[in-house]
């Protein structure tokens, strides 16, 4: 069986960057606030009427494609993590597809809606279709805009100030060479959690996950079909922005962060110390320097980049992973660990030799 390497990797950011001062002018908040909180400094923004969630992934395949020494007719499948969408449905997938001029050759697209985790989870579903020799070039790409879609005003703040635009992608291919390729995934859930971190309006429940929460619908009475989907009152309220549990989701996350990344390091029969580089996906300074300290690891074990790009939810992973070995932070053979926590709640990691 083969295993699966990271043959060639990308990201793409907008170039218009936004500071925590530029983001005082529109809401009550400040630079020190926000890096208090979450490290953050700045965050990239894509230009509105131009760029989409599929765009910016394209931007980041070419590069992936182009360093893996391969063309996007070479591709012969695609996957697409991410939860800004260009559409409701289809998928990115598809529409990133088109972009890059490869629907001729009819490769599948598959997009995933795994949020934070979404990068980790489609890695590890290249790796059973690379490992059972199904596929030789698989394009995985996270990218998020959040940029389009976040409440930019005092209310939304605790939201808003996290979130950034971005992409990262990479090729994935076979590989029997030694002390090379993923040596396992590791995808968790607790779906229990759910409305903690999540973004519920419009959407198709009906308020039954929630009944205490008025959400303005009709009665059956006044709309016999339908009427569920988007309401006056969450128009009116503002009731259609994503919502986040900070306190909630921050003490979740450092027990699951530190938890997968064990657990994929004691299968394998390494211990953190053995690690060149752990990329943890970029929810929070603050969150990954209380990974880092309970582990016990070096600065320069560790790489964020958050307080540039904010969080990049699906695109922070492969993004930050792009930065690193574009630093030559990371050689061949370097054994790296990526691992992620998000909405739903999902979290997972993976353990890879570079």
């Keep these: 069986m083969y295993k699966t390497k ?21 809401m009550e908040t400040s630079d020190e606030w926000i890096q208090e909180r979450t490290g953050i400094k700045e965050r990239r923004y894509a230009k509105k009427f131009e760029e989409t969630t599929s765009i910016l992934g394209a931007k980041a395949a070419k590069i992936a494609i182009e360093r893996a020494g391969i063309t996007p007719d070479d591709v012969d499948f695609i996957i697409f993590a991410t939860l800004s969408p260009d559409y409701y449905f289809p998928g990115s997938g598809v529409l990133m597809q088109r972009q890059l001029g490869m629907s001729k050759n009819e490769i599948g697209a598959l997009d995933i809606r795994n949020q934070c985790s979404g990068f980790v989870y489609g890695l590890s579903i290249a790796d059973q279709f690379i490992k059972t020799g199904m596929y030789k070039n698989i394009l995985l790409v996270g990218a998020e805009m959040h940029s389009f879609g976040l409440d930019f005003s005092t209310r939304g703040r605790g939201v808003t100030v996290i979130f950034g635009d971005g992409a990262g992608a990479v090729i994935l291919q076979p590989t ?12 968790h859930a607790d779906g229990r959690e759910a409305e903690h971190l999540a973004f519920i309006n419009p ?37 259609y922005y994503p919502n986040m549990n900070g306190k909630h989701v921050f003490k979740y996350a450092v027990t699951k962060f530190p938890a997968v990344i064990m657990e994929a390091l004691q299968q394998n029969g390494h211990t953190p110390q053995d690690l060149k580089m752990l990329i943890p996906h970029q ?28 969080n990049t939810t699906a695109a922070s992973i492969p993004i930050a992973l792009s930065e690193a070995w574009e630093a030559g932070k990371i050689q061949r053979g370097d054994l790296v660990c990526l691992a992620a926590f998000g909405s739903g709640f999902t979290w997972g990691s993976a353990l890879l030799q570079w």
């Design 6 to 26: 990271i043959a060639g990797i990308g990201h793409y950011v907008p170039e218009q960057v936004v500071t925590n001062e530029d983001l005082s002018r529109h």
């Design 176 to 187: 029997e060479e030694e002390n090379q390729g993923i040596m396992s995934t590791h995808l």
């Design 203 to 239: 959407g198709a429940h009906g308020g039954v996950h929630n009944p205490e929460h008025d959400y303005g619908y009709p009665t059956k009475e006044e709309n016999e079909y339908g009427g569920l989907f988007l309401t006056d009152k969450m128009w009116e309220e503002g009731d």
């Design 283 to 310: 929810a929070n300074l603050r969150i990954s320097q209380f990974v880092q300290k309970r582990m016990k690891l070096r600065d320069d074990q560790v790489f964020n980049n958050i307080q540039k790009y904010g």
